[in-house]
């Protein structure tokens, strides 16, 4: 208990320092973001497989017999830049007995967001959406880090059919705002690009196929953070490491969860609304 206590205060110490994001920092990590959206252009054009998983059979018959695979999608991350540390994994999951359109349908239900995947989403709501392209916000909190600290945050997010069976989804922050004490009566916002820095930046390419009678989820997330002191880097990186695995697989999971709570809510109507019309002709 003691030793858990100390890490968590030296993470807390870790963060807690104002911070501000620099304009080289936000150069590295839009750079970085291109070869993101590159990569995913060549699974989608090259003839490579489209979905991660599928590179190694083992992914592929874990994530279909129900487990949820997480890892890092480079060998060394987080990923030092100036100033800063991107952070960038991948996981997949499937999700039996549904259509794609039904899992879209899910994750496009931003004024859901705040009940699908609580308690680290306590606030969302759409902004606009206009075909392919929507707009939406979200307050982040994530109690793992030890702060009372929440993320106000804009989102822009596209969405691509590939083909009646894929479609990949791009999301990425176009507005970060960090609350300070949240829900304390000393609450205030910083101005933006400033603050703990536990996030600046997020980016997201999620890839849906439709196959083996379900659905396959793949979510590759690259955050971008303040960089951690030399000092305390090999106590904290593990942390961090462990806190992204754990929260991109709590992701996914809510997914799953949210799409079969739809369907089941979907399905009851339906069911009465079928006894009803049978007892109205009686």
């Known amino acids: 208990m003691k030793l858990r206590y100390g890490v968590s ?13 620099k304009q080289e920092t936000v150069k590295a990590w839009d750079a970085y973001t291109k070869t993101i959206d ?6 989608v054009a090259s003839g490579r497989p489209f979905l991660w998983i599928d590179e190694l059979g083992d992914r592929k018959d874990r994530v279909r017999a129900g487990e949820v695979v997480v890892a890092p999608m480079t060998p060394q991350t987080p990923k030092r830049v100036s100033s800063g540390l991107i952070h960038h ?8 007995n ?10 496009r239900d931003y004024d859901r967001y705040k009940e699908y995947y609580r308690p ?13 392209k929507d707009k939406f916000s979200m307050v982040l909190m994530n109690k793992a880090l030890f702060l009372k600290t929440a993320l106000d945050s804009d989102y822009a997010s596209s969405f691509v059919q590939v083909d009646e069976r894929r479609w990949y989804s791009v999301a990425y922050t176009t507005r970060v705002q ?10 205030r916002r910083l101005p933006d ?26 979510i590759e997330a690259a955050a971008l953070s303040r960089d ?29 969860d949210a799409v079969a709570g739809k369907m089941a809510a979907t399905s009851f109507l339906s069911a009465r609304c079928g006894a009803y019309s049978i007892n109205a002709l009686r």
């Open 98 to 107: 549904i259509r794609i359109e039904d899992v879209l349908s899910v994750v």
């Open 193 to 218: 690009n400033e603050g703990s820095g536990y996030i600046w930046r997020l980016h997201s390419i999620t890839r849906f196929e439709e196959r083996d009678g379900g659905v396959y989820v793949e």
């Open 9 to 21: 205060t030296l993470l807390l110490l870790t963060v807690a320092n104002g911070a501000e994001l």
């Open 178 to 187: 960090e609350i300070e004490d949240y829900d304390q009566p000393a609450q």
């Open 228 to 256: 951690i002191p030399m000092s305390v880097r090999w106590l904290v990186d593990p942390i961090v490491r462990r806190v992204s695995k754990s929260s991109l697989a709590t992701s996914l999971r809510q997914t799953e």
């Open 38 to 43: 590159a990569h995913n252009q060549e699974r």
């Open 120 to 132: 680290s989403v306590i606030d969302s709501k759409l902004l606009a959406q206009s075909g392919s």
């Open 89 to 96: 994994w991948i996981g997949a999951t499937f999700i039996p």
